[in-house]
């Protein structure tokens, strides 16, 4: 009870500062309604993603692990949240320190008001702009839970998506995307997050694999996925919200967020035929799992690019997306891990070929802010694309193994082999996802 | 487990209740039923063939199970899973012993493919029936 009491003092305390903060001083910026509304509606449509991302990895699962792999994805809407808001925000977006993270003085937002914030964005409200990089730092972290998908306890997830958005997710936002972040001042690109969202969690996903080991019975046991149509569907939904994902990165609505929405669908669509067509040439079937993955695929990969590219290049993109995560998440049953859900087959690298892509396929015809790629005459850019992709791999990599060790050693990561066999769904929620 | 099983076969061989095990030896059994297990896409022209000859009944259940067709294999990302138990149906029918060798014949005809995987049929004795409406009892409940 007086814990409660002292926190919503510390509310309190954080929420007056808001409300003094939002005293303007000099004449702001002015508002632009179509720019606000589109990034308003952008920021629903990311956060349907999480979601999204529920069902696609639910239906994936064993029956009764479905409620388990859901609630993982949807806690983090809830906890990510407040993160978020409390430090989160603050620590990605907030004023730089030594380029490395940003400091604590947006704490609890404040001073994250209504007046547009230039250095970001010159003509939305500056909590337009919070609220919108907030649905990306909820989505990222459910995404490495494929990797360790039907036996990881929820009360060290619950704390492990904490330790990660806080370590690894706010640092790496700041590096690419913050003022002043050592990536972003290299000239690294990249559009909607292919660094920050999709090498991050791929990559902290291979992490996770090894450390957290492999389900009770695999390689042994049959583990199909129980419900592809659910899967299918979480995939569209995936499809759906992206457009807000890499369109709403232009950050104002018009002609970027229109070459950014119609190059997200040409490689997603592209994508989604090649991995079918890859599987139906080696293993004789035109799978549905494949053409969903093939689509995450797709919209992987073009995200870092989707701001700098042309629609004929987002067809090359997508086309070699669902082809190479294909042969990826072959190449990882011959290794023997058990990313249950391939988290870094998709994510990690499908996110590095749409890095090193951005690097190749990048024209300043598209974007003038961004910057010309290898095929346009400047292999200065792939370079640097390269070291960024390297450094997010290493940092995510390296950080995601010491927090997990840590937790490994005080809570422990997976549940019981009783719990196990019985399910999440049982074991740690007490439900069950269906009962006929 | 096993040892329970032992303790049952063994108490219904010493029976001295012999009509339990030995039902022809009561004289009154006259019925049989007939179990099938099929390929599920026969069910129809299997029922059809039945009612023909004037079966009024069955019970249908799907089931699953392997004999040696074994199963098959799906593969999902790469990952190769073996399923052993294939979806059969199993029909079950009650008929007096006169008219067992037709409804055999039947069934035998309408399910056939000719490839691995056809499934089996049982004949088996039944000791009694009751229809519950009626109270009627033997061949009448049929």
Redesign the interface.
Known sequence: MKRITILLMILGFLSMGVAFAETPASSPPKVDTGDTAWILISSALVMLMTPGLALFYGGMVRSKNVLGTIMQSFTALGIITIQWVLYGYSLAFGPDIGHIIGSLKWVGLRGVGLDPFPEYSATIPHQAFMIFQMMFAIITPALITGAFAERFKFKTYLLFIILWATFVYDPLAHWVWGMGGWIKNLGALDFAGGLVVHISSGIAALAAALVVGKRKGYGDE????HNLTMTLLGAALLWFGWFGFNGGSAVASGSLATSAFVVTHISTASAALSWMIVEWAY?G?P?V??AA?GAVAGLVAITPASGFVGPVSAIVIGLAAGGIC?FA??F??KLGYDDSL?VVGVHGVGGTWGALATGLFASKAINSAGNNGLFFGNPSLLGVQALSVASAWVYSFVMTLTILKILDWTMGLRVSEENEINGLDLSQHGEAGYSF | MARKWKFALLFLICSPNTELITPNCSGRNDMKKIEAVIKPFKLDEVKHALTKIGIQGMTVTEVKGFGRQRGHTEVYRGAEYKIDFLPKVKIEIITPDEMVPQVIENIERAAKTGKIGDGKIFLLPVEEVIRIRTGEHGKDAI
């Open positions: 049959p583990m199909p996925p293993r079937n799978t799992l494949g993955s294909y998440i072959n990882k049953n391939d």
